[in-house]
């Protein structure tokens, strides 16, 4: 055959994309590169998913191969994924071809896909993906008046993707370190056998799944490529095309991709600042996804991992970044709401452009539970390090969280009890001084019962005390009503708030001045302390640090003890307690 109908190439794409999502497991061990985080054959995998679960076989080429493109950038992740979304944009947009297809529409389509992946790049790196797409492209042109037929030409340059792929392991250090292949490159290369496979009738069935292979063990060294913490993206939609945004992000980071669509595209970067590439991006389009991934933590838990069970918390609970690396904690980063749009709680938004974001849109932020789904996605991920996960949950009064993690731990829990789900009844430095307290017992070597024992002791000994600083949170949030409101704010009242035993809310102290609210929290703790004696305390702060370090001081001084940890706020909390706002959280002995 020297021509294959348009219908013809959606199936050979289509059975490309599953070859590629059947060695997700295969791809995730030899991914070293750009950082060894082990998650290519998982990128991958999501954005083939979409290409086979989302795209349709249309009237004609064109909108056939438009629908793979856009479903390809909509479930694109990470450096490998984005490229390959931007190869189907450029593959898409190279052809002509109403509905049959021959040898000179594909490869040019092939040379328009290959340069689409290369502008996508801020800095291109050979050895990688791109080398095998601009391979199969070249193959593909040489061979072109020496084949009669469309699968022997595309078995030849299938061949001379296979002797690139291989290649790859002396063009990068990192790779002839640990013995292996480009996992991008290898990507491409599974793809193009599905491709082929799929040209000659031999498809995928749907029964089968991830293939396992044998591989060498990898040998890795001290990783010194993380230059930048997260592998961070975003999907943006705007009406008009949306303008080169590369140049935008590149003081903040590396690895920037950027795949274009007609209205959407998807931008990845490598950064030690998530929020400020999204307060970047805000004024080029509405942001309708956020991914952020912390590959610090994902290298660590597949070559450094300390201990057999993993404590996994919200983001709720406050804690210094410092302390969850050591405790190797898994965090679930709640989503906030401001108007419409949503944003990882510390993660994709500082408190202060919460703030901000709140006037600006005339929307006071909320807060909205995580999904089952993802959830049992995160205990499917740490069950496969961990013997048991141990999860500590804001107060059950507070939000739907608790129940949540309860639901997806559900199938999980039917043979071996193996995820323990304990409610804190409390949130923000109080919650994160109980998970604190489980990270000292997971370091001291202690079982699984222990830490749940001694952490049920804890949450009955445990208290926090908010000392508000302005009322407009509370109004804004319904917790006051406004009539209310405008009578506190006008008397000058200062409430300090607290959790009861249930952890609901309510006031613990009211008074008219930020100073008579300080003393009376002091005289509590220092009283709490003569009685019962504060085993541990904790600081916390919304949005000024010369607040909490002053706070903490004055603590300190009357206590005559240092607190366990200071830490700024999420921002959950923050768009509840207000600017200027701080706490204290202690578990007596």
């Given amino acids: 055959m020297d021509t294959i109908t348009h219908d013809e190439l959606y199936v050979s794409l289509i059975n490309g994309a599953k070859e590629v999502m059947n060695n997700r497991l295969f791809l995730n061990k030899i991914n070293v590169f750009p950082v060894a985080d082990g998650d290519t054959g998982s990128n991958l995998f999501s954005t083939m998913y979409s290409i086979v679960h989302h795209s349709e076989l249309k009237e004609n080429t064109k ?71 601009t391979v199969f492209h070249d193959a593909l042109s040489k061979e072109l008046s020496h084949h009669e037929t469309f699968d022997t030409l595309l078995e030849t340059a299938f061949k001379n993707v296979e002797i ?87 003081d903040i980071g590396d690895s920037i991709v950027q795949v274009k669509g007609k209205t959407k595209t998807r931008l990845h970067i490598h950064t030690n600042d998530p929020a400020e590439m999204f307060k970047r991006l805000s004024d080029h389009g509405s942001i309708v996804e956020q991914k952020v991934d912390d590959m610090v933590q994902q290298y660590d838990r597949i070559h450094n991992r300390k201990y057999k069970t993993v ?30 749009e949503s944003y990882l709680d510390k993660l994709t938004v500082s408190n202060e452009r919460l703030f901000d974001l709140a006037k600006s849109k005339k929307s006071h932020p909320t807060s909205s539970q995580p999904t089952i789904k993802s959830i049992e996605n995160a205990y499917h991920y740490l069950l496969s390090y961990y013997e048991n996960v141990v999860v500590f949950s804001v107060a059950q009064a507070l939000s739907g969280t608790y129940n949540v993690f309860s639901k997806a731990a559900e199938k999980f829990n039917e043979n071996k009890q193996a995820i323990h789900i304990i409610d804190t009844k409390q949130n923000s430095v109080a919650e994160g001084l109980i998970v604190w307290q489980a990270i000292e017992n997971l370091k001291a070597n202690k079982s699984v019962d222990e830490i749940l024992s001694d952490a049920e002791k804890s949450i009955g000994k445990s208290k926090i005390l908010v000392k508000i600083n302005t009322l407009d949170n509370m109004i804004a949030s319904g917790r006051l009503s406004v009539r209310a409101g405008g009578i506190a704010k006008k008397v000058g009242l200062k409430p300090i708030i607290t959790l009861d035993e249930n952890g609901e809310g309510g006031i613990f102290k009211i008074a008219f001045q930020p100073e008579r609210a ?32 002053d706070f903490a001081d004055s603590l300190k001084d009357a206590l005559n003890k240092e607190p366990e940890y200071i830490t700024k706020s999420s921002g959950v909390i923050a768009v509840g307690a207000g600017i200027g706002a701080v706490a204290v959280a202690y578990i007596t002995e």
């Fill in 63 to 133: 909108t056939t191969l438009e629908s793979i493109a856009d479903s390809a950038i909509i479930g694109a992740r990470g450096n490998s994924g984005l490229i390959f979304a931007q190869y189907f944009q450029g593959f898409s947009e190279g052809i002509t071809a109403e509905t049959v297809i021959t040898k000179e529409d594909f490869v040019s389509a092939s040379k328009n896909g290959m340069e689409y992946a290369y502008q996508a790049i801020e800095k291109p790196v050979e050895g990688t993906i791109l080398t095998t797409m």
């Fill in 164 to 250: 690139a792929v291989e290649n790859t392991t002396d063009q990068l250090k990192v790779l002839k370190q640990s013995s292996v292949v480009d996992s991008g490159a290898k990507g491409f290369a599974y793809f193009i056998k599905g491709f082929l496979d799929g040209i000659h009738g031999h498809l995928i069935s749907k029964d089968i799944t991830e293939v396992e292979e044998i591989i060498p063990a990898i040998q890795h060294h001290d990783n010194d490529a993380f230059n930048y913490r997260y592998c961070t993206e975003a999907l943006i939609e705007k009406k008009s095309d949306v303008a080169d945004l590369k140049s935008l992000l590149s």
């Fill in 311 to 340: 404590i996994m918390t919200d983001s709720i609970a406050d804690l210094p970044q410092e302390l969850i690396d050591d405790g190797q904690v898994h965090v679930v980063n709640i989503s906030l709401l401001v108007g419409d």
């Fill in 518 to 549: 300080l003393k009376k929290i002091l005289k509590h703790m220092k009283h709490i302390n003569e009685t019962k004696g504060i085993k541990h305390y904790a600081v916390t702060y919304v949005d000024d640090p010369l607040l909490g370090k």
